[in-house]
């Protein structure tokens, strides 16, 4: 059975850092394409960040670049998202999906929020 | 980047079929899939690549489209499907989502 399991997630100060895990099981992690997909309350989807299966590339949207980084563990299994200087509009649930086509497997999502 | 563009809200009666509407800015070819929300759940993955059915998602569930008009089935409705519907490119970075659709029951 595929499993996506995020963690740290929490309140944190605007200008901050946090960085969230995501401990993949019951696939081939390097095989797959991973990412980050958000949704602040309420409110609709927004991608975050890609990665390649090898990590060699990733990708962001202009709402993040430079700010958030995607990086990932294929000996553990684990893809992470660092996020540096956080602001308000950064609160959000944030999910891990699996991305062969579409994004097939999701987590079951992590809050952040960030706020003084 | 590619906007995509669907219906806020649509109300349909059980056992009808409803199609849900998703319009992109520009060409996505067949690079389009559809997810199903349900309250306090993580979005689930319905169709993708257009017109491909997920692997056990029943087959009340259908999806039709290239270029920049795509269209989600779901014939009969059922009490169940009451959710958000998003559709979501993968075209080109970065990539997008519909705004959603709420599908609601007569």
């Known amino acids: 059975e595929v499993q996506l399991v995020e963690t740290g997630g929490g309140l944190v100060q605007p200008g901050r850092s946090l960085k969230l895990s995501c401990v993949a099981s019951g696939f081939t992690f390097n095989n797959y394409w991973m990412s980050w997909t958000r949704q602040a309350p309420g409110k609709g989807l927004e991608w975050v960040a890609s990665?390649?299966?090898?990590?060699?590339?990733?990708y962001y949207p202009d709402s993040v670049k430079g700010r958030f980084t995607i990086s990932r563990d294929n000996a553990q299994n684990t893809l992470y998202l660092q996020m540096n200087s956080l602001r308000s509009e950064d609160t959000a649930t944030y999910y891990c999906?699996?991305?062969?086509?579409?994004?097939?497997?999701w987590g079951q999502g992590v809050m952040v929020t960030v706020s003084s | 980047d590619t906007v995509l563009t669907q219906s806020p809200a649509l109300a349909v009666s059980l056992g009808q079929r409803v199609t849900i509407s998703c319009r992109a800015s520009k060409s996505v070819s067949t690079y389009m899939h559809w997810y199903q929300q349900k309250s306090g759940q993580q979005p689930k993955l319905l169709i993708y690549?257009?017109?491909n059915l997920e692997s056990g998602v029943p087959s009340r569930f259908s999806g039709s489209g290239s270029g920049t008009d795509f269209t989600l089935t779901i014939d009969p409705v059922e009490a169940d499907d009451i959710a958000n519907y998003y559709c979501?490119?993968?075209?080109?970075?970065?990539?997008?989502f519909g705004s959603g659709t709420k599908l609601e029951i007569k």
């Open positions: 999906t699996r991305d062969p086509a579409g994004s097939d497997y």
């Open positions: 690549s257009a017109s």
């Open positions: 979501q490119q993968s075209n080109e970075l970065p990539l997008t």
């Open positions: 990665i390649t299966n090898s990590g060699g590339s990733t």
